[in-house]
C-alpha cells in the first residue's frame, strides 16, 4: 500500500516504509546579488527513481542540483541526504556524503589533462584502496558500460561530444553512487546521440537500482526518462507529475515550454504583465 | 562627497575581503603541504609539475641570469676603473647578483612563465566545471590542484634562483676579464673574500619565499577568476601584477629584516 509523503507531495512511499526521502530540499531559497535564483524550493527524491526537472535556461535548474552535493550552499532553507541535514556541514564534512553521488556536469567537465581511462580511474584513485590491476578493470567494464571500452587512452579533446558526456557519465559511476545527477545529460548532442544517453540513464536505473535527478530542457529526453517531472519556472515549481500528466497539462506556462510553443508563451506573458484593472495606484 | 566616501569605503572593505579569502586559501594550500604525506599518488602529481616548472624555466633563467651580469659589469666598469677599484669588479657584481638581482629576476621570471600557466590553466579548468567536478567528487581541489603546484613552486624557486646567481657571476666576468682586461685571479679572489655564506643564503631564503608567492596568487586567481575567456584572461593578469607587487614588497622587508639581523650578529660589514 502506497501514500503520500508527509512533506513531499509529489512522492509515493510504501506505508511501511520508515526510510527518509533519499534527498530532500526544504524551502531552500539562492541569490546571487540581487539576483534571486530559488524562491522557497522543496523537493524530496524518491528512492530508485528517476526524477525530471524541466525549465527554461536561466531559472535555477544547475543551481538547484548544486545545492544537494553542497557545491552551492542555501541563503535560506535545509537540505537533507537520508534524512540528515547537510547544508550547514564543513568542506571536509561533505566528502562522504558526495561519494554516494554520480555527477554528470553539462560540458562534462572532464579533466583535459587526463586521457579517458585517467578520468574515469580518477574517484578509484582518490577514494580506494584498489590495486592498479584493479582499477583498470573497473575502468574498462564502466566505459563497456557506456559503450566505449578501448578509448581508455585517448584524450578529451580527441573525442566527440557524445563520447565526452559518456565518458563523463561512466566517470560519474565509478564509485557505483546511490544517487545520479545529470545535468543537461542529452545538450548540444544530436537526436541519435541523445537517445543514447536515454537510454544510458535508463539502464543505469534498472541495472544499478540508482536514484536519478535529471536537469533539462529536452522535452523527449524527460519524458522517455522520467518517472516524475517537475517544472521550474522564475526560481519555483509550478508543476509535479508525471509525463502524461505534462502532456496534458492546461497551464500554458507548461504547454508553451512542452511544445515549444514562443508565441504561447509570449501570450502568456502578455496577460500577465498587462495592468489589472483596479490594481494601479 | 559622501559618494566618494563611500566608494573608499567599499573599496576598502572589498580589498579587505579579498585579503581574507587569500590568507584561508594560503592556509589551506600551506597546511596541505605540511601535512602532504607524499604517497605514491601526491608524488606522481607533483612530478610533471617539477618538470614544467622547474626543467622548462632553466633556459629563461639562464638567459636572464647572464644579461644582469654583463649589464651590471657594463654600467660599473668605468666608475671603478675611475676610482682605481677595477680589481674588485666580481665584488659588486656577485654581491648584486647573490642578495638582490638573482632572486628578485628569477623570481618575476618564473611568475611570468610559470604564474600566468598556472593561472589559465587553473581558471579554465573553474570556468569548464573541473574543480567543481573534483568537489562533487569529494576530493578537496586545493589538496589535488594547488599543493603539487605551491610546491614544484617553493622547491624549485630557489634552485632556478641558483642558477641565475651562477650565471650571473658569469656574465659579470664575461665583460669584466676577456673585454676590460681585468684580472682574472682578481675578479675571483676578492669575490670569494667579499661573499659569505650569509649573503647566498640570503638570497635563497627570499627566493623561498617568492616561490611561495608564485604558487599562492597564481593558484588563487585561478581559482576565482570570472567566467569566460575574458575571466581567464583578466585573472591571468591580476595574478602576474599582484605577484610582482607581493615579490617587490617581500623582497624589502626581508632585506630590511636580514640586514638588521646581520649587523646585531656580526656588526657593520665593509665590502671594499
Not at chain 1, 585517467?118 to 575502468?139: C, G, M, R, Y
Not at chain 2, 644579461?67 to 668605468?78: K, P, Y
Not at chain 2, 638588521?260 to 660589514?269: D, N, V
Request: proline letters at 4%; hydrophobic letters at 45%.
Amino acid at each position: 500500500m502506497a501514500a503520500r509523503h508527509q512533506r513531499c507531495p509529489g512522492v509515493t512511499t510504501a506505508m511501511s516504509d520508515p526510510q527518509p526521502p533519499i534527498v530532500e530540499l526544504r524551502g531552500v531559497s539562492k541569490s546571487f546579488g540581487r539576483l534571486h535564483v530559488l524562491h522557497e524550493i522543496d523537493l524530496c527524491l524518491e528512492r530508485g527513481k528517476t526524477t525530471v526537472v524541466i525549465g527554461e535556461s536561466g531559472t535555477g535548474k544547475s543551481v538547484l542540483l548544486k545545492h544537494m552535493l553542497g557545491l552551492l550552499h542555501p541563503d535560506k532553507g535545509q537540505v537533507y541526504v537520508d534524512g540528515r541535514r547537510v547544508d550547514k556541514l564543513r568542506e571536509k564534512e561533505w566528502v562522504p556524503v558526495r561519494r554516494r553521488f554520480g555527477y554528470l556536469f553539462q560540458m562534462g567537465a572532464l579533466f583535459d589533462s587526463f586521457t579517458a581511462g585517467q578520468n574515469v580511474a580518477f574517484p578509484l584513485q582518490e577514494h580506494t584502496n584498489k590495486s592498479d590491476a584493479e582499477i583498470t578493470e573497473i575502468v574498462a567494464r564502466k566505459l563497456a558500460l557506456v559503450g566505449l571500452d578501448g578509448i581508455q587512452s585517448k584524450m578529451p579533446g580527441e573525442l566527440s561530444g557524445g563520447q565526452r558526456k559518456r565518458v563523463a557519465l561512466a566517470r560519474a559511476i565509478a564509485m557505483d553512487p546511490d544517487i545520479i545527477v545529470y545535468d543537461e545529460p542529452t545538450t548540444g548532442l544530436d537526436p541519435i546521440r541523445s537517445d543514447t544517453i536515454n537510454d544510458l540513464i535508463i539502464k543505469l536505473k534498472n541495472e544499478l537500482a540508482v536514484t536519478s535527478v535529471v536537469v533539462t530542457h529536452d522535452m523527449v529526453s524527460a519524458f522517455k526518462v522520467a518517472d516524475r517531472v517537475l517544472m521550474l519556472h522564475q526560481g519555483r515549481f509550478i508543476a509535479d507529475g508525471t509525463a502524461d500528466d505534462f502532456r496534458r497539462s492546461t497551464d500554458p506556462r507548461v504547454q508553451a515550454f512542452v511544445t515549444g510553443d514562443a508565441d504561447l508563451q509570449m501570450s502568456h506573458l502578455d496577460q500577465t504583465e498587462a495592468p489589472q484593472g483596479g490594481t494601479a495606484s | 562627497m559622501e559618494g566618494a566616501i563611500g566608494r573608499l569605503g567599499r573599496a576598502t572593505l572589498d580589498f579587505l575581503e579579498s585579503l581574507g579569502d587569500f590568507a584561508h586559501f594560503a592556509a589551506r594550500a600551506v597546511g596541505h603541504a605540511v601535512r602532504c604525506p607524499l604517497r605514491r599518488r601526491d608524488l606522481q602529481r607533483l612530478l610533471p609539475h617539477l618538470f614544467s616548472i622547474g626543467a622548462l624555466s632553466v633556459p629563461v633563467i639562464l638567459i636572464t641570469g647572464v644579461f644582469v651580469g654583463m649589464v651590471l659589469a657594463i654600467q660599473a666598469i668605468e666608475q671603478f676603473k675611475a676610482a682605481g677599484l677595477e680589481n674588485r669588479m666580481g665584488v659588486i657584481v656577485s654581491l648584486s647578483v647573490v642578495r638582490e638581482l638573482g632572486p628578485v629576476l628569477a623570481g618575476v621570471m618564473i611568475l611570468g612563465r610559470v604564474g600566468g600557466a598556472l593561472t589559465a590553466e587553473l581558471g579554465t579548468m573553474r570556468v569548464t566545471e573541473q574543480i567543481d567536478a573534483l568537489r562533487s567528487m569529494g576530493s578537496d581541489p586545493i589538496r589535488v590542484l594547488v599543493v603539487p603546484r605551491f610546491l614544484a613552486c617553493v622547491l624549485l624557486t630557489p634552485v632556478l634562483t641558483i642558477y641565475c646567481n651562477l650565471v650571473g657571476v658569469l656574465g659579470g666576468w664575461l665583460i669584466s676579464v676577456p673585454i676590460f682586461r681585468i684580472a682574472n685571479w682578481a675578479y675571483w679572489h676578492y669575490m670569494q673574500v667579499a661573499v659569505e655564506t650569509w649573503d647566498i643564503g640570503s638570497g635563497l631564503f627570499k627566493s623561498l619565499f617568492f616561490g611561495a608567492t608564485i604558487g599562492l596568487v597564481s593558484c588563487y586567481k585561478g581559482f576565482n577568476c570570472e567566467q569566460g575567456a575574458r575571466g581567464v584572461g583578466k585573472a591571468c593578469t591580476e595574478s602576474f601584477v599582484a605577484g610582482f607587487v607581493v615579490i617587490l614588497i617581500l623582497d624589502f622587508f626581508i632585506a630590511l629584516l636580514l640586514k638588521g639581523l646581520y649587523e646585531a650578529i656580526w656588526g657593520f660589514k665593509l665590502i671594499f
